[in-house]
């Protein structure tokens, strides 16, 4: 069974810096894009971070210089480097990533659990 697992969440003061990852296991043919969402209570859920299978990255405007999207593609993993924390990048941060399973030929949109991030002021 293909899934997508978060880690790295915790609460930091802000100003301070946390690490996500999310690892993909599973029989898996290909990864395309990954990317990374948060959530608020009570809000839509939006797109933080973005990245290629072939590097090219993407972000909100609202953590641009301050997040770094990357990924190992040996280890099937996505990171999220997050420095200069403010106490409105408090969310859950959710995994995404396009994926071909080796069961199926055609690619699927997978979502994790997610990872609660608190930024205390």
């Known amino acids: 069974q293909v899934q997508l697992v978060e880690s790295g969440g915790g609460l930091v003061q802000a100003g301070g810096s946390l690490r996500l990852s999310c690892a993909a296991s599973?029989?898996?043919?290909?990864?395309?894009?990954m990317r990374w969402y948060r959530q608020v209570p009570g809000k839509q859920r939006e797109l933080v971070a973005g990245?290629?299978?072939?590097?090219?990255?993407n972000y909100a405007d609202s953590v641009k210089g301050r997040f770094t999207i990357s990924r190992d593609n040996a280890k099937n993993t996505v990171y999220l480097q997050m420095n200069s924390l403010e106490p409105e990048d408090t969310a859950v941060y959710y995994c995404?990533?396009?994926?071909?399973?080796?069961?199926?030929?055609?690619?699927?949109?997978?979502w994790g659990k997610g990872t609660l991030v608190t930024v205390s002021s």
């Open positions: 995404n990533a396009d994926m071909v399973p080796r069961s199926s030929p055609y690619g699927m949109d997978y």
């Open positions: 599973g029989s898996i043919f290909s990864i395309n894009a």
């Open positions: 990245i290629t299978s072939g590097g090219s990255t």
